[in-house]
């Protein structure tokens, strides 16, 4: 597995939580890179994404509340993520944008929880 998210926990409403991802020199110099999560019960959904250039996008859902950032010398993506709601329960992942084809690399992601 060469992506590692960590940085998850349980949070309360309205708290923040800073992600992040640590990816092999080899995929991200090359690639643009997204967060992705998955509730229980649901399928994985596009959450973020930062292009090498560090264009970005945001699911509806997040927008004024996400922030992704990259670090093209340490080969990291972040994930900031202010006036977390509960619907923002699930696991985190980070992979290219689009994802790439061997789903090994997904990993175990990071768990974040968002108590009322």
């Known amino acids: 597995v060469q992506l590692q998210a960590s940085g998850g926990g349980l949070v309360q409403e309205g708290g923040s939580l800073r992600l992040s991802c640590a990816a092999s020199?080899?995929?991200?110099?090359?690639?643009?890179m997204g967060w992705y999560r998955q509730a229980p019960g649901k399928q994985r959904k596009l959450v973020a994404t930062?292009?090498?250039?560090?264009?970005?996008t945001y699911a509806n859902s997040v927008k004024g509340r996400f922030t992704i950032s990259r670090d093209n010398a340490k080969n990291t993506v972040s994930l900031q993520m202010n006036n977390l709601k509960p619907d923002d329960t699930a696991v985190y992942y980070c992979?290219?944008?689009?994802?790439?084809?061997?789903?090994?690399?997904w990993g175990q992601g990071t768990l974040v929880t968002v108590s009322s």
């Open positions: 020199g080899t995929i991200f110099s090359i690639n643009n």
């Open positions: 930062i292009a090498i250039g560090r264009r970005t």
């Open positions: 992979n290219t944008d689009p994802p790439l084809k061997n789903d090994n690399y």
